[in-house]
């Protein structure tokens, strides 16, 4: 296998995994996981045909988008964090910074192994790019698509990273994002700082979560990189943790042809 692709790791034990969604497995039955998108899974994929197409799926986590994308017909590219790393931490002056940061990062690396059990099972064929979206190797080459689902809240600079992402696509886009917060003009072009919404919560639970971006903003930055919108709708997904239906939207663009293309 190339260099670029993560070698496959051989994982046997579903208690060696953290599921972050809920799935049923092959063999294994029914693994539960904080969100269940189950029920709303065409709504947060989008009714994009994937079929024949090379998809970049970022943040791939256990893998459960990857492989229903797989199943939809798409030959899946999947990206996530290197091994060793967490989600890109608040900058706190807080003594036990450092310690959530590491249980954030084997917590991660559970997870890796969640995928290679899933890969091994669903007997996927999705490559795996490890490292960080604001610097994906250009030798992932291009795709039809670039599909993010839940990603950008956990970025220090979300745009930037969208720009980094987007580049590889060229046909279309598509993000999937929680609605944390529905005040405000959500056609404007804001974001809204999620730490504010941390309440008394314990510092695990919010450090790694920067932003919420308007459906507005996604698609005016969009816009500025050469794409299109051409759907937006409002859906709501099951965070089984606290047992509540989120609000969510998907904006799919297509990339925008010059003058001259067909």
Request: glycine share 8%.
């Amino acid at each position: 296998m190339s260099a670029l692709y993560a070698e496959p790791l051989l994982v046997t034990d579903v208690n060696e995994c953290n599921f972050y969604h809920t799935v049923e497995l092959p063999s294994v039955g029914l693994v539960e996981g904080k969100w269940d998108l189950r029920p709303g899974l065409d709504a947060y994929l989008s009714a994009t045909p994937f079929e024949g197409r090379r998809v970049l799926e970022v943040g791939t986590a256990d893998g459960y988008l990857c492989f229903e994308l797989e199943k939809r017909g798409a030959e899946v590219i999947a990206f996530d964090l290197a091994g060793g790393s967490a989600y890109d931490p608040l900058p706190l002056n807080d003594p036990g910074l450092s310690t959530v940061v590491d249980d954030m990062a084997a917590r991660l690396q559970r997870m890796r192994n969640a995928y290679w059990l899933s890969h091994r099972l669903w007997r996927s064929r999705a490559k795996v790019v490890y490292g960080h979206i604001a610097r994906p190797p250009d030798t992932i080459g291009q795709v039809d698509y670039c599909f993010m689902g839940n990603v950008l809240q956990h970025l220090e600079s979300p745009l930037r990273a969208l720009a980094q992402a987007t580049r590889l696509a060229r046909q279309g886009v598509i993000i999937t994002e929680a609605n944390w917060t529905t005040a405000g003009d959500q056609d404007s072009p804001l974001m809204y700082f999620l730490p504010c919404l941390r309440g008394d919560k314990p510092l695990e639970e919010w450090c790694f979560s920067w932003w919420q971006l308007t459906p507005g903003l996604v698609s005016s930055w969009l816009d500025l990189l050469g794409f299109d919108t051409v759907e937006r709708y409002e859906h709501r997904q099951f965070f089984a943790k606290i047992r509540q239906q989120v609000p969510h939207f998907t904006i799919v663009a297509n990339r925008r042809t010059t003058s001259g293309e067909g």
